[in-house]
Nanobody, 119 residues
Framework: QVQLEQSGGGSVQAGGSLKLSCTSS????????MGWYRQAPGVDREYVAT???????LYSESVRGRFTISRDSARNTLFLQMNRLKIEDTAVYYC?????????????WGQGTQVTVYS
């Protein structure tokens, strides 16, 4: 069972920044669309951002202008740079390969990374 490996979460004061990473030593997702999702307590998992193969990016309304999704193909690593964090960004964040199930890649989730933003 392949699982993407995440790192970079933690606690930060509102207005601060964090950078999440997602990689795999067993699955090369260099040709995959990649996405980030998050889940707060008592709330369904929600979409955050997508990185398409042509380099275009999409973001949810709630994070647009503050978060940036990117990848380092040579390191097989996906990133989520989160700036100007808000308390409502507190959630467990997950990376996902082939988020729209295009069939070009296999779908694998990361294990989740806790992000806590405090006032």
């Amino acid at each position: 069972q392949v699982q993407l490996e995440q790192s970079g979460g933690g606690s930060v004061q509102a207005g601060g920044s964090l950078k999440l990473s997602c990689t795999s030593s067993t699955y090369d997702f260099g040709w995959c669309e990649m996405g980030w999702y998050r889940q707060a307590p008592g709330v369904d998992r929600e979409y955050v951002a997508t990185l398409h193969m042509d380099g275009t990016t999409l973001y949810s309304e709630s994070v647009r202008g503050r978060f940036t999704i990117s990848r380092d193909s040579a390191r097989n690593t996906l990133f989520l740079q989160m700036n100007r964090l808000k308390i409502e960004d507190t959630a467990v964040y997950y990376c996902l390969s082939d988020p729209f199930n295009s069939g070009n890649c296999d779908q694998y989730w990361g294990q989740g990374t806790q992000v806590t933003v405090y006032s």
